[in-house]
């Protein structure tokens, strides 16, 4: 989309004095654009979905933690869950359509973030049906889950054999 | 005796109407993502607002004119209309914001999602507004936004380092995510000093008939309430570094995660002193910015204004705010993100600021308007140094973010 913003732009250029401050706006922005383009690299992708699925997770297990001792009322905590599950399925998504040098490492953080997801899916079931010893379980699911994510990530990025 | 009544209550009413959507959401953001490290840009916003609104009260109590109403009349119509034109649009995702949320809170509170709650906010808001004086508008919402007090109380329970606090107030580079860092320091640049703020305080002042005797209550309004406004600002960053950050919740996105600053400290009445906060500070801040852009237009265009007067008397007037608070709750009641609108908002408003704030500063350096009242050269400098960098941060930063840049 930007690229072809960009070429929007350019093809524009010679069509009367009207359009000479967006030529220069254009110019001037270019290299913001450019930078932007070439920012979204996959390992980028993976770094950034990873860091957000983090502190998501850690997010998910605070709410559990706060229903479980009761400092969170369910209708809140349930919402607030499946949220959070929507977010970590998206992050896997997102790091699942990268396409990096090495797909198995790819899968695994992938296969890490989905394990996440489900047990904050767990979690807000759990929470809705104000079922105490399932919500712990999915608790410990989990942290579990963040071991996971973690171990792939250092993975992910350590350098290939 | 009376005037140090009318200052107290001035001080409580600032301090209570400090804290909105966006000075909550980007103070949390922050402290989630860079702990203590951009209590600098909360104190810069703090500084520049302290100033603004001391000048716009300056103003209105010796020209006995609105900065609106000054600036159409100084500059002519159609410079005018750029200011006016910039004011409407920011007020108006702000105001879409706020009304945001109050949604997000009666979401937290219910269980019911946001988009349900737009409309029935806005109608609130209007049915108050309509019914309402600017006497009740002003100093009892504002007086319940002091409940937003507890996150200074959070602040002190949760022993921070004091020394890494005061370390933050100093300005210094990102050791990572640059492009946020500096989008951060826009956004709470811009929640900081939003131009509705300054221009509600003017008018503010005409509806209760400042004179030149109060330029004395003005001072000390604009200085101790700012102040401790921007105190709370301070103690949402400061929880959110040490309740979320520490904890590892470093990217705040998601508004579910805003009441966790609190729970870790009071329980289940952390819960509810956040949902109460959100509300009363957005609600608080909905009736001030719908009535800011009845204000705007009705001063722009010499109509007859005043929340004081029946509807009936100023029907213009009483039309922009209701247009403004049904069309603002729109894009929140089709399900826009109520915390992604708040930050960009935020930023955005701080690359508006110079389009509003300029033509103010020439008004106020103005001897025909403020004769020997005028600005000193340490309150221009501040407030022109502030709003510029606000600028050049925005411009470069509001790009980055958006194309995704780290």
């Keep these: 989309m930007v690229a072809g913003f960009i070429f929007m732009i350019s093809s524009d250029c010679n069509e009367g004095k009207m359009v000479g401050p967006v030529i220069r706006l254009s110019r001037a922005c270019l290299p913001l654009l450019l930078l932007a383009l070439t920012s979204c690299s996959s390992s980028d992708t993976a770094e950034q979905q990873t860091e957000l699925a983090s502190s998501t997770a850690q997010a998910a297990a605070m709410v559990t933690d706060a229903w479980l001792s009761g400092a969170a009322p369910s209708c809140y905590a349930s919402s607030a869950l499946l949220s959070f599950a929507e977010t970590l399925a998206d992050a896997a998504r997102q790091v699942q359509s990268a396409s990096p040098s090495d797909p198995a490492r790819r899968d695994a953080l992938s296969t890490a973030l989905s394990r996440l997801s489900n047990a904050a899916n767990q979690a807000a079931s759990a929470v809705k049906t104000e079922h105490h010893a399932q919500a712990d379980q999915a608790q410990q699911e989990l942290r579990a889950a963040q071991g996971d994510l973690a171990k792939a990530y250092s993975e992910y990025f350590a350098p290939q054999r | ?406």
């Design chain 2, 1 to 406: 005796m009376k005037k140090l009544l009318e200052i107290s209550l001035g001080v409580v009413t600032s301090v209570g109407g400090f804290l909105e959507v966006g000075s909550m959401a980007t103070a949390a953001q922050a402290g989630a993502l860079f702990g203590f490290q951009l209590i600098w840009a909360v104190a810069l916003g703090t500084i520049c607002i302290i100033f603004l609104v001391e000048m716009a009260g300056r103003f209105a109590a010796v020209s006995r004119h609105t900065i609106s109403d000054g600036i159409r009349e100084r500059f002519g119509f159609n410079a005018f209309i750029w200011p006016l034109l910039a004011a409407l649009l920011v007020n108006f995702l702000v105001l879409s914001a706020e009304i945001g949320g109050v949604a997000i809170a009666a979401e937290l509170a219910t269980g019911i999602g946001f988009q349900w709650w737009a409309l029935p906010v806005a109608f609130f808001a209007w049915l108050l507004l309509w019914k309402g004086t600017f006497g009740l508008i002003e100093k009892g919402v504002s007086i319940l936004g002091l409940v937003t007090l507890c996150f200074v109380v959070a602040a002190v329970m949760l022993h921070p380092d004091w020394k890494g606090v005061a370390a933050g107030a100093v300005p210094s580079l990102p050791q990572h995510d640059t492009a946020k860092y500096w989008f951060m320091a826009v956004s709470i640049l811009g929640a900081s000093i939003s131009p509705y703020l300054f221009m509600f305080y003017s008018s503010g002042a005409i509806e209760d008939q400042w004179d030149k005797s109060y330029l004395g209550a003005n001072r000390a309004i604009a200085g101790l309430g700012m102040t401790f406004g921007g105190t709370i600002s301070v103690g949402v960053l400061i929880v959110a570094a040490v309740v979320l950050g520490a904890n590892g919740v470093t990217e705040v996105d998601d508004y579910n995660q805003l009441p966790l600053m609190l729970i870790p400290i009071f329980g289940f009445w952390g819960f509810v002193l956040f949902v109460a906060s959100l509300a009363v500070a957005c609600f608080g801040a909905t009736l001030e910015v719908a009535l800011q852009q009845a204000y705007l237009v009705a001063q722009g265009f010499g109509w007859t204004w005043g929340e004081d007067l029946k509807p009936r008397d100023d029907p213009g007037f009483s039309l922009v705010y209701t247009l403004s608070l049904f069309l603002a709750a729109v894009p929140i009641a089709l399900g826009l993100d109520p915390l992604k609108l708040t930050i960009f908002s935020m930023a955005l408003t701080a690359a508006s600021l110079p389009l509003t704030v300029v033509p103010f500063l020439i008004l106020l350096n103005d001897d025909r308007y403020v004769g020997e009242h005028r600005n000193g050269v340490v309150s221009n400098t501040a407030v022109i140094f502030i709003i510029a960098l606000g600028f050049v941060l925005a411009v470069v930063t509001i790009p980055l973010q958006i194309f995704g840049g780290t």
